[in-house]
Nanobody, 125 residues
C-alpha cells in the first residue's frame, strides 16, 4: 500500500511563505517523479512542481517559477515545496503525488500513480 502524507499547509498573508512536506511510504519503484498539484474551488487540478528521484532539473509551472522551490530527501522519502512570495491566487488544496513519469510528463499530463489527501493553503490579501 502506497501512502503519501502531506503537511505544512496553513493560512498566510500575501507575500508570506509556507513549506509543504510529503512523506511517501510503500512506493517500490526505484526511480520516479514526485511532486505537487493544486486545485482551487471551481478550477481543474494543475501541476505545480515535480522532481525526479534520480536527478535532473525540476519542472515548474510558469506561475510559480522564481517563487516556489521543490526539493527532495530520498533518505527520508520526503519531498518538499518551499513557497515564497505567496499570492492570493496560490490559494488551493495542494496534493502530493508520485509516478513513473518524467517531471514534465507528470505536471503537464497531470499524471500520477498515487496521491495524497491534500493540505490546504490559503493566502489572504
Amino acid at each position: 500500500q502506497v501512502d503519501l502524507v502531506e503537511s505544512g499547509g496553513g493560512s498566510v498573508q500575501a507575500g508570506g511563505s509556507l513549506r509543504l512536506s510529503c512523506v511517501v511510504s510503500g512506493y517500490t519503484a526505484s526511480k520516479y517523479s514526485w511532486g505537487w498539484f493544486r486545485q482551487a474551488p471551481g478550477k481543474e487540478r494543475e501541476g505545480v512542481a515535480a522532481i525526479y528521484t534520480a536527478g535532473g532539473g525540476p519542472y515548474y509551472t510558469d506561475s510559480v517559477k522564481g517563487r516556489f522551490t521543490i526539493s527532495q530527501d530520498n533518505a527520508r522519502n520526503t519531498v518538499y515545496l518551499q513557497m515564497n512570495s505567496l499570492k492570493p491566487e496560490d490559494t488551493a488544496m495542494y496534493y502530493c503525488a508520485v509516478g513513473k513519469y518524467s517531471p514534465r510528463e507528470m505536471m503537464v499530463g497531470r499524471l500520477a500513480s498515487s496521491w495524497g489527501q491534500g493540505t490546504q493553503v490559503t493566502v489572504s490579501s
